[in-house]
């Protein structure tokens, strides 16, 4: 296997501990006021107050964070591997582009609330890992797996 491939192969699986880690990360802190302290969201946090509320928004955003990404990371390992066909890359690299809707969506929230200007939101550094493993994904779906 040449170089490049094998530096994709194992960046591919490096995003299978990277992203839980992003999950589990602070996102963002939020407060009501200034005067208050700020309560830390993960993507774990914000799923799990999801569920109690709203478990219908939850199980989407489930599906957006964790179960497309993770997919799409574990199949392109087994296109890599040589366990899948390479078929399989069309459709990858589209649960690529719907694991990144969730990085929209936050984004969203933090530019509707510091709108607001109610509360206090600052970004953490889990939202920074979060967009660098999805953009990593999406990078490293434009590798060609390596051949036999």
């Known amino acids: 296997m040449r170089a490049p491939a094998r530096l994709a192969r194992l960046a591919n699986l490096s995003l299978l501990i990277l992203f839980p880690v992003a999950w589990s990360a602070p996102l963002l802190r939020a407060g009501l006021l200034p005067v208050f302290g700020l309560d830390e969201i993960s993507v774990v946090s914000g799923l799990a107050t999801l569920v ?3 478990p219908l928004l939850a199980a989407l955003v489930a599906v957006f964070a964790i179960v497309a990404p993770l997919a799409k990371v ?3 390992a087994a296109v890599d591997a040589g366990l899948a066909p390479q078929r399989w890359l069309g459709p990858l690299h589209a649960l690529g582009r719907l694991a990144m809707a969730d990085i929209f969506l936050v984004a969203l929230y ?3 609330a510091k709108g607001v200007g109610v509360g206090r939101i600052e970004t953490g550094w889990g939202l920074y890992l979060l967009t660098g ?3 990593a994904s999406l990078a490293l779906s434009h590798v060609p797996p390596p051949r036999g």
């Open 52 to 54: 109690r509320t709203d």
């Open 74 to 76: 574990a199949g392109r």
């Open 110 to 112: 933090i530019v509707v």
């Open 133 to 135: 493993c999805v953009l």
